[in-house]
C-alpha cells in the first residue's frame, strides 16, 4: 500500500492539513482502495471525522453510505480524549447493511474508536456482513490498529490540525462578527 511517511523529528508535534491537503488525500484514499482490487457494497463512515470522506467516497463509488455517529473528544479545545460513545443506531437509506463493508474514518491515533467501532458493527450487524475493512486518511504509529487502508503514516503521534477544526473553537456570535468586519472592509 502506498503512503506518506511523515517523521515526528519535525518542528513541532502538530501537524497542519490545508483544505487542498484534505480533498487530496481523499482522492488518493479512492484511487489506493481501487487499485486494492477489492469490492464493497456499503461504506460505513463514523461521524465526525469520517462523514466527509465517507461522503465523497460514497460518490465516486456509487454505493450506500451508512452514518455510525460516535463522540470521544471534548474538554478544552476540544483535545481531551474520553470515553467514546455511539449512537444506538446507524443512520442509513436502505433497508439491510451491505455485505462488503468500508469502514471509514478521519484517522486512527490509539486504535480504540476503530477497534470498537468494528466490535459495535459485528454485534449489532454481524449476521449481514461478510467482509469489512477499514480506511482512513492518517495513520498514527502509536494506534493498536492497523487499517487495511491509508495515505499518510505519521510517525509518532502529533496533533492533527483539520481545515474545518476552527468551527469547533468558534462561537455563532464571533462567526457573525466576523462574517460582519469582512463586509465592511473594502476590496
Given at each position: 500500500?502506498?503512503?506518506?511517511?511523515?517523521?515526528?523529528?519535525?518542528?513541532?508535534?502538530?501537524?497542519?492539513?490545508?483544505?487542498?491537503?484534505?480533498?487530496?488525500?481523499?482522492?488518493?484514499?479512492?484511487?489506493?482502495?481501487?487499485?486494492?482490487?477489492?469490492?464493497?457494497?456499503?461504506?460505513?463512515?463514523?461521524?465526525?471525522?469520517?462523514?466527509?470522506?465517507?461522503?465523497?467516497?460514497?460518490?465516486?463509488?456509487?454505493?450506500?453510505?451508512?452514518?455510525?455517529?460516535?463522540?470521544?473528544?471534548?474538554?478544552?479545545?476540544?483535545?481531551?480524549?474520553?470515553?467514546?460513545?455511539?449512537?444506538?443506531?446507524?443512520?442509513?437509506?436502505?433497508?439491510?447493511?451491505g455485505?462488503?463493508v468500508?469502514?471509514?474514518?478521519?484517522?486512527?491515533?490509539?486504535?480504540?474508536?476503530?477497534?470498537?467501532?468494528i466490535?459495535?458493527?459485528?454485534?449489532?450487524?454481524?449476521?449481514?456482513?461478510?467482509?469489512?475493512?477499514?480506511?482512513?486518511?492518517?495513520h498514527?504509529?502509536c494506534?493498536?490498529?492497523?487499517?487495511?487502508?491509508?495515505?499518510?503514516?505519521?510517525?509518532?503521534n502529533?496533533?492533527?490540525?483539520?481545515?474545518?477544526?476552527?468551527?469547533?473553537?468558534?462561537?455563532?456570535?464571533?462567526?457573525?462578527?466576523?462574517?460582519?468586519?469582512?463586509?465592511?472592509?473594502?476590496?
Open positions: 500500500m502506498g503512503y506518506i511517511a511523515i517523521g515526528c523529528g519535525t518542528m513541532s508535534d502538530d501537524y497542519y492539513v490545508t483544505w487542498d491537503d484534505y480533498h487530496r488525500d481523499i482522492e488518493r484514499l479512492a484511487v489506493q482502495i481501487h487499485e486494492s482490487g477489492w469490492e464493497f457494497n456499503q461504506i460505513v463512515c463514523l461521524a465526525k471525522g469520517g462523514l466527509r470522506i465517507g461522503d465523497i467516497l460514497c460518490r465516486l463509488y456509487d454505493v450506500p453510505l451508512a452514518i455510525l455517529s460516535t463522540a470521544s473528544y471534548g474538554g478544552q479545545d476540544n483535545r481531551m480524549r474520553g470515553a467514546i460513545t455511539f449512537s444506538r443506531d446507524l443512520s442509513m437509506t436502505t433497508p439491510n447493511l455485505s462488503r468500508l469502514l471509514v474514518d478521519d484517522l486512527v491515533d490509539s486504535g480504540q474508536s476503530l477497534r470498537r467501532a466490535a459495535w458493527l459485528e454485534h449489532k450487524y454481524g449476521f449481514y456482513i461478510d467482509e469489512l475493512r477499514t480506511a482512513v486518511l492518517w498514527k504509529a494506534s493498536e490498529v492497523k487499517p487495511d487502508y491509508h495515505v499518510v503514516y505519521l510517525d509518532g502529533p496533533w492533527i490540525h483539520q481545515p474545518f477544526e476552527k468551527y469547533e473553537l468558534m462561537s455563532l456570535p464571533e462567526l457573525v462578527a466576523q462574517r460582519q468586519a469582512q463586509a465592511e472592509t473594502p476590496v
